[in-house]
């Protein structure tokens, strides 16, 4: 199955339903301002791990396109990718939990692990097919290494 849907414009489209759900069918209040606002420092590391592996990516000269990874040139297991195999899918998913927490209410929280799945099942596995078949043993080492979205394995 090959990708469909540019990742950022699943996330864009879950943080929209996560409003939806907020403004509609809230629920209960979780998290009241002033203390919502922290649902920013999730925010804030998710973008930071996101840019960070996009300039390994850059600086690596290898593609940043999500959309067909057999085009990657090389493998990148340094910097953000040694504590995850999909810091920028991490990164989008901190995104999530920040707009839930800044949001407040228990509805959009249904949402980021739907994401999770739905990124892991349409993107994330059709990734590690196509670099498993460019780069072999390489990757499969790494797959061993370094969790699928967060943690080193030993």
Known sequence: ????IPPP????AAAALMWALHRWIPL???????WNRFGSLPAVVGLAIAVAAIVRFRQA?????????????????DGVFRISRNPMY???????????VWLGSASPWLI???F????????IIPEERALGQRF????????????????SRG
Do not use: F
């Open 28 to 34: 209960t209040r979780w998290i009241a301002p002033p």
């Open 112 to 114: 980021p692990p739907l």
């Open 136 to 151: 072999g043993d390489q990757y499969r080492s790494y797959q061993r290494r370094v969790a699928r979205w967060i943690g």
């Open 61 to 77: 000269q290898t593609t940043t396109n999500p959309m067909d990874p057999g085009k990657a040139s090389c493998l990148v297991t």
């Open 90 to 100: 991490l990164g989008l998913e901190l995104l999530l939990i920040g707009w839930a």
């Open 116 to 123: 999770a799945i739905v990124i892991t099942v349409v993107q």
């Open 1 to 4: 199955m090959k990708p469909r």
């Open 9 to 12: 414009i699943v996330m864009l």
